[in-house]
């Protein structure tokens, strides 16, 4: 499994654009790039996943540079309600489990 | 509201005793994880089943045990439970082996004491 390497926390501020980057220079040829989202007491949430260049859905966008190496998760405008855990996976589709790192947990203030 | 049904949310149990508990995956999904989750830890994958076979086996005590059943509900059987054992325990369940996206329930909090 291609390990992964992202930011302990974030801060931001309600309105705000927040950028998550994932490092994942491991990663395999056949592997996609997946974000969940836990809230505290609650299961993770799947929020995005994509395999190269960009993708976008109606809560997030994930970025996949070419070398896709790294992977960055765009939340826009962010809220108090966005604070929460956000996990970056890598890995072969069902091939093995889905193994969470640390996440980086984002607190997003008023 | 995911479609994974956990049950029961909260357990409260003493030390060396034994516990079940039960999950029943989003309809249609084959797939069923376990997870488990310390106050402020990451989330530990225990055990996957596909469609009743065991697929994959992450940091599973051998206390703990897990099947799936032909209705592909699953449960997860805890013994000799010790107080490190209190956690939050999560199922999820995807469509298939071919899949990341995962559902999961709301967890069972599970106390020893």
């Known amino acids: 499994l291609a390990k992964t390497t992202q930011p302990i926390s974030m801060d931001s501020y309600e309105g705000q654009e927040v950028n998550i980057t994932c490092s994942h220079n491991n990663i395999a040829t056949n592997d996609y790039i997946t974000w969940y989202q836990q809230f505290p007491s609650q299961g993770p949430r799947f929020i995005i996943q994509g395999y190269k260049t960009k993708v976008t859905n109606e809560v997030a966008s994930l970025f996949i540079p070419a070398d896709r190496k790294s992977s960055t998760l765009s939340l826009p405008r962010v809220s108090l309600s966005d604070t929460a855990v956000y996990y970056c996976l890598v890995g072969e589709t069902g091939r093995r489990a889905l193994t969470f790192g640390s996440g980086t947990r984002l607190q997003v203030q008023p | 509201d995911s479609g994974v049904t956990q049950t029961p949310k909260h357990l409260i149990t003493a030390t060396g005793q034994r516990v079940t508990l039960r999950c029943s995956p989003r309809?249609?999904?084959?797939?069923v994880y376990w997870y488990q989750q310390s106050l402020d830890q990451g989330l530990q994958f225990l055990i996957q089943y596909y469609n009743g076979e065991e697929r994959a086996k992450g940091n599973i005590l051998e206390r703990f045990s897990a099947q799936q059943f032909p209705d592909l509900h699953s449960e997860l059987n805890l013994s000799s439970l010790e107080l490190g054992d209190s956690a939050l325990y999560f199922c999820?369940?995807?469509?298939?082996?071919?899949?990341?996206?995962?559902?999961f329930g709301q967890g069972t909090r599970l106390t020893v004491v």
């Open positions: 999820a369940s995807s469509s298939g082996q071919q899949s990341t996206e995962a559902f």
């Open positions: 309809s249609g999904d084959l797939s």
